[in-house]
């Protein structure tokens, strides 16, 4: 079925936490178009993903309350009287979650049961849709992973976030606030953090070439992944928002097709016309945790909601590329500034997230 | 293959955490018997299990140390120079879960990480066994339920007791802290926590039975269950413990056969000579949650370590009937001395684990 929702979220008062982040900014904008009553919660912590700039053009049809979902009366207050809360906030990077798990934790698995008890106890009648992770999923027993693939998580994040998940079906079957969750694989896209890369490899080797600087791929660059443009990301945000035959279920968000390291980082050095590809040896400790090929099987969602993807690789590239060469100076440190001489960045050559 | 420990645990340092709780308490009589320096943690907290009668007649041989596992310090302190780690302390009431569900968050999930933690930072050579539950699983998809089917539990304290487990295996695999994980099903025996029907039903069947009262059975009581005594279960955590082939992995550990609830309670009141069997309605809002059939497939472990189940089911029941018989006033309340009036419990009429 296809799920309709050109009116569904006119005048709806909806909440996106995480909401100044990569993906639910551009989600908010896609609600806003469709005229919806937009709630924006965020906790603005350095190196998130939060960024105020994500909400320009659209700051002055939306509200934006600074907060951290760990904090309940602040929860309780702000769910009141939301008909949909799209979840998004966390905290996604694996390696500081091995470094720190105690935070990773409070973030990403204790916070989701703060939202829910908000739901459960002020709301109970509002409509929840998580993002989940295909972290989830750990290294893959075969390709492409469904959702009947075992969850078995390689980090303390993925650990984390399956226990976010599940508490949203729970919460679904045993006190009906109704939810459900998107396992998303590689999401890219405007607005995502490139700071740093501990967020997701793609943001990092799309600097890397608008810098016009090395894209190291460790090993051959085989190594098969499938990608999702944050509109059509977003799109699936929508369709699960306004679907009711979601509810109690997980369902992975990919991309139609997997693409090789050694594949995408030549489009993307093209579309970009700058950057470099080298290829090095794996270092013995990346080489032990690397999970090798992973690509999903999305056709539950497809078949449920009607949603698939529509921007190519190609395309998602090129606009990501332009929206970062234009505001380049948005997403950087204030002391990065563009045109200053490169240096190396002091996390490592290379995003953690592959 | 068969782990034989015989010899392992003679003068081997370990430490049981929930140490004076049931599965613990019976785990260290066996250990003191093999030889082993023994120290048990146990936070005592009123209600979770633990009871200073259960090491009677083994106090002067082991060290008995209480305290909370969600005491990182003392944890670091604890884990010094231990060589096994049994690792059983936990909330064990589902209810509870969904009444509290940040309580059962903190000691069934945030707490492992603590005691991890502990090991990887001041004993990463130490080997931790891990009291997972086949809770896990949820309302099974086929039945036997063996390794491979999915986790998706269906209360707060199943997710928190699947995050608990998974955090070992990462442990494992990326810190080296050696570690694996056995999926309990309904332990039953001895020194169980009988004061309030909310850990485990055959304990409080057994209750219910010795004081000659009513035992209700919802509907006619066809759905299956598989029982390990609690040797069994203590032979298989020292059969974990001695073996490294075990490490990184889940392991169901269940009963033979599957019984149905008839056959269980005609069984406990033939043996405890005493007892009434009721077949009432199901309540709508236990039917609601009910699992229905559960049994596992406990092959694996088998295999692996060559244990199997020694103690039949009516044996099973006539050690522990006995031993409340002889005992009984150490497991309930002050107030409630044997021969008082029969009272009802005011937790409701029947246990929650079904």
Not at 130 to 153: I, N
Not at 158 to 177: D, Q
Not at 227 to 255: I, K, P
Request: hydrophobic share 35%; aromatic share 10%.
């Amino acid at each position: 079925m296809t799920v309709e929702y050109r009116e569904f979220y006119r005048g709806r008062a909806v909440m996106i936490t995480g909401g100044l982040g990569f993906i639910g900014s551009n989600l908010a904008r896609a609600l806003v178009d469709l005229g919806a009553d937009v709630l924006l919660v965020d906790s603005l912590i350095p190196d998130y993903g939060g960024n105020l700039f994500n909400i320009d053009g659209i700051a002055d049809r939306i509200t934006v309350n600074v907060a951290d979902i760990r904090q309940q009366s602040t929860m309780n207050y702000l769910v009141r009287d939301r008909d949909v809360i799209f979840n998004l906030a966390g905290q996604v990077s694996h390696i500081d979650s091995m470094r720190d798990p105690y935070t990773d934790l409070e973030i990403n698995c204790r916070s989701q049961l703060t939202v829910l008890e908000a739901c459960r106890n002020h709301n109970p009648g509002v409509k929840v849709v998580f993002a989940g992770t295909r972290q989830v999923y750990g290294k893959p027993a075969s390709l492409p992973v469904d959702e009947t693939h075992l969850v078995r998580p390689t980090d303390v994040n993925g650990i984390n976030k399956a226990a976010g998940e599940y508490y949203h079906l729970v919460y679904n079957n045993v006190f009906g606030v109704r939810a459900c969750s998107l396992r998303l694989t590689n999401v890219y896209g405007p607005r995502q953090l490139i700071k740093h890369n501990r967020q997701g490899f793609v943001a990092w080797f799309i600097r890397l070439a608008i810098e016009d600087r090395t894209i190291e791929i460790y090993g051959d660059g085989s190594q098969l992944r499938d990608f999702v443009y944050v509109d059509d990301a977003a799109d699936a945000f929508l369709r699960a928002g306004a679907s009711d035959t979601v509810n109690g279920e997980v369902f992975n968000v990919g991309g139609n097709q997997p693409i090789s390291h050694r594949h995408l980082t030549s489009l993307l050095v093209d579309i970009a016309g700058s950057g470099h590809v080298e290829y090095v040896e794996w270092p013995a400790e990346k080489k032990a945790i690397d999970i090798g090929s992973f690509y999903t099987d999305s056709s539950k969602f497809l078949r449920t909601t009607g949603w698939t993807p529509a921007v190519t690789l190609a395309e998602g590239l090129r606009r990501t590329v332009e929206f970062y060469r234009q505001h380049l100076n948005q997403y950087l440190e204030p002391r990065e500034t563009p045109g200053s001489p490169t240096r190396q960045p002091r996390w490592g050559g290379r995003s953690e997230r592959v």
